[in-house]
């Protein structure tokens, strides 16, 4: 079956990863058809939107879309193309799977958790305002609907993947309206899922945790900023940025796959960068769309590489560049 998929390259290192992702799934053999869409920066100027509406509308008609990071200013200027497109099409659940690939250099051998982000509020909400000059306000919001719904979501993951425990990561000792809300909604979910283990732990001591023994976390799910934080967290306990693929998932099945990584403005247009963040946000969306098969041999085409460990990017301490690795992981599929 040929899949019609929206390609948005992105910024920065975007097109580069994005072209290695692309040549290995046709590689594998899927049949794709890519409907290519600009957002961010250069669009700004002509839409006055880093979303243009053809984008959504592209994404909705396709259901699903592979997409390279987007730079967003700092401070000023227009707000985050990928804050945008989450809201826009209630993306509302970000699955992020750190697992440990045997070769790629790392401080752990055994790490195997699935942060599960809750994706539409939280401080991401944009309602920031100034109070008076020099106090700002910054509104953090957090509702009953959207943590039962990620809570379900983290739970029917759980229990879908084979996984046995669910880590709820919280501050509702100092935030006991917000974080409180967002824990009972949990405790609530997690009472019809008796056969998954159930915990919560407060968000500074998890950092903590996480680097101390990793291994004792299975699915984590929290709040859209600590799952933002922890991702990046969780990939470095796994060789780094250039590891992390995500998943922002929808109601009615709608979903768009990204790196966990940014646009990495210090290495792009040098063409090396590690494309495997993405070309595993790829595999993830080989899943969804039922493509088991060519998810599975990229996968393990990835695992040989690493494994053999010849073919290694800047960042895992090489000098390959990314078509260099990319015609690797192609030769090993
Ligand atoms: P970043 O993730 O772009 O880079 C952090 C560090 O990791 C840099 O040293 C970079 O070189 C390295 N790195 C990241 N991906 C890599 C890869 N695939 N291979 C090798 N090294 C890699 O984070 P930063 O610099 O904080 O953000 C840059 C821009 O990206 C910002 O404008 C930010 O808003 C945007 N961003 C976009 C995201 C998205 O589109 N989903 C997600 C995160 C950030
Ligand atoms: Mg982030």
């Not at 053809?54 to 997409?67: D, T």
């Not at 690939?101 to 401080?107: F, T």
């Not at 790490?111 to 309602?127: A, H, M, P, Q, W």
């Amino acid at each position: 079956m040929k899949h019609t998929i929206t390609l948005i390259p992105g910024d920065g290192i975007g097109p580069e990863v994005t072209e290695a992702a692309v040549r290995v799934v046709e590689a594998a053999g899927v049949e794709c058809e890519w409907e290519r869409m600009e957002a961010g920066a250069e669009v700004v100027a002509k839409y006055g939107t880093p979303v243009p509406d053809e984008v959504i509308h592209s994404i909705l008609k396709n259901r699903v879309a592979l997409k390279g990071p987007i730079t967003t200013p700092v401070g000023v200027g227009f707000p985050s193309a990928n804050v945008t497109l989450r809201k826009r099409l209630n993306l509302y659940a970000n699955v992020r799977p750190a697992r440990t690939i045997p070769g790629v250099p790392s401080r752990y051998d055994h790490v195997d958790l699935v942060i599960i982000r809750e994706n539409s509020e939280d401080l991401y909400s944009g309602l920031e305002h100034i109070v008076v000059p020099g106090v700002v306000e910054s509104l953090k919001i957090i509702t009953e609907a959207a943590s039962l719904r990620i809570g379900r979501y983290a739970f029917e993951y759980a229990k879908s993947h084979g996984r046995r425990k669910v880590t709820a990561v919280h501050k509702a000792n100092i935030m006991k309206l917000a974080d409180g809300l967002f824990l009972e909604c949990l405790r609530r979910i997690s009472r019809e899922f008796p056969e998954i283990e159930y915990e919560e732990m407060i968000v500074d001591a998890t950092c903590m945790n996480m680097v101390m023994r990793p291994e004792r976390f299975d699915v984590m799910v929290m709040e859209n900023l600590y799952g933002d934080i922890l991702s990046d967290l969780a990939s470095g306990l796994i060789g780094g940025l250039g590891f992390a693929g995500s998943a922002n998932i929808g109601e009615g099945g709608i979903a768009l796959f990204e790196a966990v990584h940014g646009s990495a403005p210090d290495i792009a247009g040098r063409h090396i960068a590690n494309p495997i963040a993405l070309i595993l946000s790829a595999v993830m969306m080989l899943r969804h769309l039922g493509e088991q098969a060519a998810a599975n041999r990229i996968e393990n085409a990835v695992m040989k590489v690493m494994a053999e460990g010849k073919v290694r990017t800047r960042d895992m301490g090489g000098d390959a560049t990314t078509d260099q690795i990319t015609d690797a992981i192609i030769a090993a599929l």
